[in-house]
């Protein structure tokens, strides 16, 4: 949801659609620069929480950070890029800061994946205490991004020095760009039983729920509407029923804007909703 007009603002905006979770940037996803957070915004935006139920607020990091770099100078920015955004989420409450790995451009795979578990080793370093931790999430594999398969993360996680703060954020839309069809049962069981041999379900604090625009294994990120996608409902259906992830709060992340006279966040957490219900 938007900040815009302040954050409370966000909290209100999933509360008019009874939603029971909220995810949004802390400054502007496009720009390094952020302005600071002053104690009232705080103390409203919790207020706002509070009131509305929302018990598991989520932030998503600048699209600008690169914690896979090999440019020195780009990968020192994102460090210090990520240290804010956690501590900004720290100051409004917000447990997870979720961020994709990072594309290692010039560098080998290897050499990008060790240099992101570099990057984490650092941003812990430089905050010690923190209460907000890093989520690293599946990415669909455009390029040379990293994270697309749960090797990567795996990899990351043996390579940091405190892998016991960083989790995992799953997206559907980024799993089924990659490769990983959820659309089938004994596909999708084995996937995740994939993820627990190689991440732990334990590690995974937040799924992003989107229908793909593109099909499997195109390594395209595409967000589409529920269900209107090349995922299709019946994924969703078996995601949103599997008890294992009754307790993971689960965020929409498919396209805003109206829909027959209703906005498509209230059309997308209808037809998950229905989904839910059988």
Not at 4 to 33: C, E, I, P
Not at 73 to 83: D, F, P, Q, T
């Amino acid at each position: 949801m938007s900040i815009a007009g302040g954050y409370h603002k966000a909290a209100l905006a999933a509360a008019t659609h009874s939603m029971d979770v909220v995810q949004l940037f802390t400054k502007n996803n496009t720009q390094w620069r952020a302005k600071a957070i002053a104690d009232e915004e705080a103390a409203l935006f919790a207020a706002a929480l509070r009131e509305h139920k929302l018990a598991h607020p989520l932030s998503h990091s600048s699209y600008l950070i690169n914690l896979a770099s090999p440019d020195d100078a780009l990968r020192a920015k994102s460090v210090a890029a990520m240290v804010i955004e956690l501590q900004r989420a720290e100051q409004l409450g917000i447990p997870y800061v979720v961020v994709h790995p990072g594309a290692h451009t010039t560098a080998s795979l290897e050499e990008g994946l060790a240099l992101v578990a570099k990057s984490l080793a650092e941003i812990h370093a430089a905050l010690p205490e923190s209460r907000a931790e890093v989520l690293l999430e599946i990415t669909a594999g455009q390029g040379s991004c990293l994270g697309h398969r749960f090797e990567h993360l795996a990899d990351i996680l043996k390579q940091t020095k405190r892998p016991e703060r960083v989790g995992v954020c799953f997206d559907t839309c980024h799993a089924f760009a990659a490769g990983y069809d959820l659309r089938d049962s004994k596909l999708a069981k084995a996937m995740w039983r994939e993820f627990d041999d190689l991440l732990g379900l334990d590690r995974l604090k937040a799924i992003h729920l989107n229908d793909s625009k593109r099909e499997l294994g195109s390594r395209v990120d595409r967000h589409e509407h529920i269900g209107q996608g090349k995922i299709g409902p019946e994924a969703f259906r078996l995601l949103l029923r599997d008890n294992r992830f009754r307790d993971v709060p689960m965020y929409l992340e498919t396209p805003k804007g109206d829909a027959d006279g209703e906005t498509w966040d209230a059309v997308n957490l209808r037809t998950l909703r229905e989904l839910a219900r059988g």
